[in-house]
């Protein structure tokens, strides 16, 4: 200082040799509010469920950092990364800044809260959060647990933004004319993974500096979907489908909505299963198709249509008793179908006292079986399949009658129905993809079937095909990631097959059909958690 008067809040002349620093955080650019919608424009029947608001530095604990994004918010493949800019207050106020002062940031890793709840199970929990658990108990909420299965291919680093921010280790200079300080933090690419920044002024004059932090942000991924609906086929509730995606830490934003008619309007896709099946696959494409943004970073299709297939009515073709035989039922002698079998129904036999024939079609008291082939008395079942969250091509178990509890010989009471039965028709279907070294990869693509259901069959229906478009195969047979007395099942069964246990080999768990909510399970969280869709052949992003 030069000569004349002390500067305000200085009693001695050397105060401003050792001024008091402190720090705030003004601006995080590229982190987002949830529940805000920062659109100027919201059309009905689309959705943004995160937005920007300036000066949030994640105070709920809530911001997300999304995953191939720029700070403009745009896909930018293998980008994940935030700016934090930090002002330095200087006390006594009319001190100048020390010359040289720096910023240092200090990165942690807090405890992943996603399993904290009540309402999570602990079987999901220990999945979510392994750190927090020893064996199946919970035993803490520990910190410096991000990428928990070493699937990040991105590592949280800081990097320098511009020359008079200089970055030296964790330390950014600052900008004496504007007491600023900005620094570039990019982040791994888990989802699920959370960081809390801290920001403190330095200077070997300093003695008293009052540092700065954020609250916890997270790693999320972003989908935008295009979402189109055929003019006779019915909504789909595009605004409950984001609650389901927020334990895999997606943001899933219904960002496009289109309605068609003419000849995008079709009553079914088409009259054969492989005709309909290829008619789904041109519907869903950019040429000739409706899905504009095919091949573009971060966007999926879902569309509303009407039927798979024209619409059959089943007939029931016998009710009765006949005989359990592993993967085929034995019909009585004597008994003479009306019509070609194609399903059985399986009925609980404790479940059907008194209900006299035609049982009725009640989920919850029975099973079903496609027929593949008929041998005079026999009919030969297509057992159930179950999959590896990983593995849509190979099954893990396929289970007969005989895994189901029932015994060579054994009475069983049954339905035999012909075409047209719900479980032969198509309620939603993920076309497209792709099929690389002999293992097919999702394409991100749906349709809903919405002639085909009813009620809440709607949300499971469309978050067991939307969990397809991350690429996950189906029948996992877990039960979802809820923790309650009578438990539910992941979205990604089929209502016909039970849920399995998890003995060694597992083995199913008697009349749990009927089961599966609108929710994923532990593995199928965590399996969105870890994957790369920019990597993924069949969206080529
Ligand atoms: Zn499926
Ligand atoms: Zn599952």
Not at 443 to 463: A, D, R
Request: charged share 20%; hydrophobic share 35%.
């Amino acid at each position: 200082l030069g000569g004349g008067a002390l500067p305000a809040g200085c009693t001695a002349l050397p105060c401003c040799l050792h001024p008091e620093l402190k720090a705030t955080i003004i601006e995080i650019t590229g982190l987002y509010k949830p529940g805000v919608d920062d659109r100027t424009v919201k059309p009905p029947g689309t959705t943004k469920n995160s937005g920007y608001v300036a000066g949030y530095i994640s105070s709920d604990d809530k911001g997300r950092i999304f995953t191939n994004r720029g700070l403009d918010g745009k896909w930018s493949k293998d980008k994940q990364y935030i700016e934090l800019t930090v002002h330095i207050d200087v006390t006594p106020t009319a001190c100048p800044l020390p010359p040289g002062t720096k910023v240092k940031w200090t990165i942690e890793d807090p405890d992943d809260p996603t399993n904290e709840p009540s309402s999570v199970h602990p079987d999901t929990g220990r999945l979510l959060d392994p750190n927090d658990y020893t064996g199946a108990v919970k035993t803490g909420a520990n910190a410096n647990d991000n990428n928990p299965r070493g699937k990040a291919t991105a590592i949280a680093h800081l990097e320098e933004v511009e020359p008079k921010y200089a970055l030296s280790g964790s330390e950014t200079l600052v900008d004496p004319a504007t007491l600023r300080s900005v620094v570039r933090f990019h982040v791994s690419d888990v989802t699920a993974d959370n960081y809390r920044v801290k920001a403190q002024g330095v200077h070997p004059d300093v003695t008293v500096s009052t540092p700065a932090q954020t609250g916890i942000m997270t790693v999320w991924d972003r989908i935008e979907i295009e979402y189109v609906k055929m003019l006779s086929a019915s909504e789909l509730p595009v605004d409950q489908i984001a609650p389901h995606y927020d334990l895999a830490c997606v943001q899933v934003d219904v960002s496009e909505k289109r309605e068609v008619g003419g000849s995008a309007d079709m009553p079914q896709m088409d009259t054969t299963d492989a005709l309909a099946y290829a008619a789904c696959d041109a519907y869903s494409r950019s040429a000739g198709g409706q899905f504009s943004h095919e091949g573009q970073g971060g966007w999926f299709f879902m569309a509303s249509a009407n039927r798979f297939m024209p619409a059959r009515t089943a007939a029931i073709l016998y009710e009765g008793n006949a005989e359990a035989n592993g993967d085929r039922v034995r019909l009585p002698a004597g008994v003479v179908l009306s019509g070609i079998p194609k399903v059985v129904r399986v009925f609980n036999p404790a479940r059907i006292g008194g209900i006299a024939p035609p049982k009725p079609n009640d989920y919850d008291i029975h099973i079903k079986f496609t027929i593949t082939a008929r041998s005079g008395r026999n009919l030969i079942l297509q057992p159930h399949d179950f999959h590896a969250v990983d593995n849509p091509d190979h099954s893990f178990l396929d289970a007969d009658l005989s895994h189901y509890g029932f015994t060579a010989g054994a009475t069983i009471p049954i339905q035999v129905m012909s075409a047209g039965d719900e479980a032969l028709v198509t309620a939603g279907i993920s076309p497209g993809g792709a099929d690389v070294g002999g293992k097919h990869y999702f394409g991100g693509k749906l349709l809903i079937f919405t002639k085909t259901l009813v009620g809440s069959q709607v949300i499971k229906t469309l978050c067991h095909e939307l969990c397809h478009a991350f690429d996950n195969a189906h029948k996992c047979g877990n039960w979802d990631w809820e923790n309650k007395t009578v438990r539910t099942s992941c979205c990604m069964n089929y209502w016909f097959q039970f849920v399995l246990d998890d003995a060694s080999p597992r083995a199913p768990i008697l009349w749990t059909q009927n089961r599966q909510s609108a929710g994923m399970c532990g593995p199928h969280i965590v399996s969105i958690r870890d994957y790369h869709l920019e990597d993924n052949p069949g969206l080529g992003w």
